[in-house]
């Protein structure tokens, strides 16, 4: 079946460091996939998404390139914040299902 | 444009009582998911509705979990009886035909602890 690994966490960075997380994927079809983040408390936000190869999803300074040829997804950011701190899915979408890595807590200190 | 709606936020009960979760979501959405969430793990879909068909229910414990969308439009799923291994926050999200393209709109989720 369909799984997406992330790199473990986490991930503990000071502001203004470069952030990547690392997401590879299987998949049967030709997936899209997607970054979520999840605040606190809160249900998940999608943060990006591209849905075919060498397309590049971004938004808020994050970005993300699809590599079909790696099967990898991995999110960046050139500068982080305090309030980047959140948990980090990456997850595919393929025939109509939509798998989920485990995460990755990114915690942005002063 | 509102959200996903869920309630309660947070619920906790006994082993072997009873829970139920209700879910809103965005107008229009045709279809429409229950995640369980256990803490440290990404989300794992137990079912997903078209309107109001199941379209796939199979991670879906059916000898305690049932989930129904009558109406295709909110939703309800129900734990009888709760195991301690249910405690987790259990996620709505909703979504266009094309889910592909543009992703899901999760709730906030209801987060269960079974003592």
């Known amino acids: 079946g369909d799984s997406v690994t992330q790199m473990e966490g986490p991930v503990t960075l000071s502001e203004e460091a470069f952030l990547t997380i690392n997401c590879t994927y299987t998949?049967?079809?030709?997936?899209?996939l997607f970054w979520y983040v999840q605040y606190p408390g809160e249900g998940l936000q999608l943060l990006l998404k591209?849905?075919?190869?060498?397309d590049k999803g971004s938004n808020k300074g994050f970005e993300a390139t699809y590599r079909k040829e790696t099967t990898s997804f991995h999110l960046e950011k050139g500068s982080v914040q305090v309030s980047d701190s959140a948990v980090y899915f990456c997850a595919l979408s393929s025939l109509g299902k939509s798998t989920f890595g485990d995460g990755t807590t990114l915690t942005v200190k002063p | 444009e509102a959200g996903v709606a869920q309630s309660p936020r947070y619920k906790i009960i006994e082993k072997r009582q009873s829970v139920a979760f209700w879910c809103n979501p965005i107008?229009?959405?045709?279809?429409l998911y229950w995640y369980q969430q256990i803490l440290g793990q990404g989300p794992k879909l137990l079912i997903q509705?078209?309107?109001?068909?199941?379209?796939?229910d199979s991670q879906l414990p059916k000898d305690r979990f049932s989930a129904e969308r009558l109406k295709g439009v909110d939703s309800t799923l129900k734990i009888q009886p709760a195991k301690l291994e249910d405690s987790a926050v259990y996620l709505c999200?909703?979504?266009?035909?094309?889910?592909?393209?543009?992703?899901?709109?999760f709730g906030s989720g209801t987060r269960l602890t079974v003592v």
């Open positions: 509705f078209q309107n109001n068909g199941v379209v796939d």
């Open positions: 107008s229009g959405h045709a279809t």
């Open positions: 591209a849905t075919k190869a060498d």
């Open positions: 999200a909703s979504s266009s035909v094309r889910e592909g393209l543009y992703g899901y709109t």
């Open positions: 998949a049967t079809g030709y997936p899209s």
